[in-house]
């Protein structure tokens, strides 16, 4: 399978802030990467690096084995970009909108009708079509930055935090929608700092942690690091998780730390408690 | 190209979604100088041979076309740091000069729409001036190289309040002392040597002459269309000064 992202040693500097440390990684075609960590980890700073909006201090970054910095034109034309902040047009219609993209992107008049209309029904924003963007709530202008970002075929897509702030019901909407975009066959790059986010729809995770990459692996793999289950217990000092490699060790635990009067709780390990292993703190 | 039409298409979808209102803040400052100066203090005041009207309307049509070039640093800077389609635009695949030629002929386009206000305004005050072809070039250069000073300060300043600093010490005198109120020539040599540095002292010039059907200032022509395409250079250049 083809390498659609290749990043090698990736470092930024702002003044004398380093805001990323010479990362590196790949993604294969078709794979839904996240970059997960805090706020200030570098996960913006990459994606904005790789979609040409910020000039890298070092490093190199590659589209399909090509260099995205000696040839910034065919990198801009193979990617997609969803920012954090909804940077759409207020006062323009919701049909306007993609009609702007798709002319910046240099498409002709007739595939723009026509991938704005099949893109708008996949979105469920048809209807609102002719409605100016400042009138759609907030889910449905996140729907429209991800349709927009679609307009001109990206074969790699950046998702930049693409829930923050939503409604939990509009996040699973949207994470359906996201789904639905990888199996047409889209490299997705995706940061979030929420860890459910990144656990269900991501293929392989990266966490940063203060402009690193500290692990990264399959959802899966980087939680089997800690085992199966987890027990947290209550204590005067804070919240602490014992980790176990299968439930009934847990269980076991558990039963004895309640006969000796502690709070206890059992769970499955998750991604949160992976980054903490990893970054010693939490996301 | 397409990178430039959608550009320009942008600022041309806001104009028209903003239409009536914009229309009508175009027609405040021109009526309100042209009532205070021309019909309150200058109705019977003469310049040369003319009526002190027939001089104020190309002057202010002189004002209004750079104000409004020159506005549209105001919208770059509402798309920049609020809207944030600036973004959109950077991480698009066009060319720098295809960004700034749609942003300034979206300056342009709301300088003509301005004059043709005024010059709606002016019928309807009963002023007979020429309105031919170097008339309306005289608006599209001085529009244009403001437009170009417009898109440069919005790329390298950084907030809004340091771009009222901008309009409050250089546009601002500039719609005073460049020809528009008075003759420049009517000063003395110390003060008429700075003013006729000044780029709206030449577009008023130019655009004054035409209204008057005298042949074409070619000094002020000429400074214009150099000023117009440096400026364009300055707006190219300072596109890369806005990414970090």
């Known amino acids: 399978m083809a390498v659609a992202v290749r990043v090698e040693g990736l470092v930024k500097d702002y003044g004398k802030l380093r805001a990323l440390s010479g990362i590196s990684f790949e993604i294969p075609e078709g794979e839904l990467f996240a970059l997960l960590g805090p706020n200030g980890a570098g996960k913006t700073t990459t994606i904005r690096i790789l979609t040409g909006l910020t000039r890298p201090t070092a490093g190199r970054a590659f589209f399909f084995e090509r260099d995205i910095f000696s040839s910034p034109l065919y990198a801009k034309r193979l990617a997609g970009l969803v920012p954090q902040a909804t940077n759409l047009d207020l006062e323009l219609t919701v049909w306007e909108n993609l009609l702007i993209h798709g002319l910046l992107f240099g498409m002709d008049r007739r595939s723009i009708q026509m991938r704005a209309r099949e893109l708008l029904e996949f979105s469920g924003l048809w209807d609102r079509r002719n409605h100016k963007v400042k009138t759609l709530s907030g889910g449905m202008r996140r729907r429209l930055l991800i349709i927009r970002a679609l307009m001109h075929e990206p074969r790699i897509l950046f998702l930049d935090e693409p829930t923050v702030g939503l409604d939990p019901h509009i996040r699973r909407r949207l994470w359906g929608l996201i789904k639905q975009i990888q199996t047409r066959g889209t490299t997705i790059l995706l940061t979030t700092h929420y860890i459910e986010e990144a656990e269900f729809l991501a293929d392989r995770v990266a966490f940063l942690d203060r402009g690193r990459i500290v692990a990264l692996d399959t959802p899966q793999n980087l939680m089997t690091h800690l085992g199966e289950a987890a027990v947290d217990v209550v204590t005067p000092e804070g919240l602490k998780t014992k980790f176990f490699p299968n439930r009934e060790e847990a269980e076991r635990e558990a039963m004895k730390l309640s006969r000796a009067g502690e709070t206890v709780t059992i769970r499955r390990v998750n991604l949160e408690d992976a980054f903490l292993h990893f970054t010693g703190r939490k996301v | ?244």
Request: net charge positive.
């Open chain 2, 1 to 244: 190209m397409r990178g430039f039409l959608a550009v320009y298409l942008r600022e041309l979808l806001i104009i028209w979604h903003r239409l009536p209102r914009m229309l009508l803040s175009f027609s405040v400052s021109p009526t309100l100088y042209l009532v205070a100066f021309g019909f309150g203090l200058g109705k019977n005041l003469t310049v040369g041979e003319r009526p002190y009207l027939e001089f104020l309307v190309p002057g202010v049509v002189a004002a209004s076309s750079m104000m409004q070039g020159f506005g549209i640093n105001v919208e770059i800077n509402v798309a920049r740091f609020y809207l944030r389609i600036f973004e959109e635009f950077q991480a698009a695949p066009i060319s720098n000069w295809s960004y700034v030629l749609g942003e300034i002929l979206g300056g342009v386009t709301r300088a003509f729409l301005s004059t043709f206000v005024i010059l709606a305004i002016t019928a309807l005050a009963g002023i007979h001036l020429h309105f031919g072809p170097v008339f309306f070039l005289g608006v599209f250069l001085n529009a244009f190289v403001f437009a170009s000073l417009g898109v440069t300060s919005a790329m390298l300043i950084r907030s809004h309040a340091d771009q009222a600093l901008v309009t409050n010490f250089i546009i601002t005198p500039m719609v005073f002392l460049g020809g528009t109120f008075f003759p420049v020539e009517g000063l003395p040599a110390w003060a008429r040597v700075p003013l006729k540095l000044l780029p709206l002292t030449h577009a008023s010039h130019l655009i004054r002459s035409a209204a008057y059907g005298k042949p074409v200032p070619m000094v002020s022509l000429l400074i214009l269309g150099a000023l117009a395409f440096g400026g364009f250079f300055l707006a190219y250049r300072s596109v890369d000064r806005a990414r970090d």
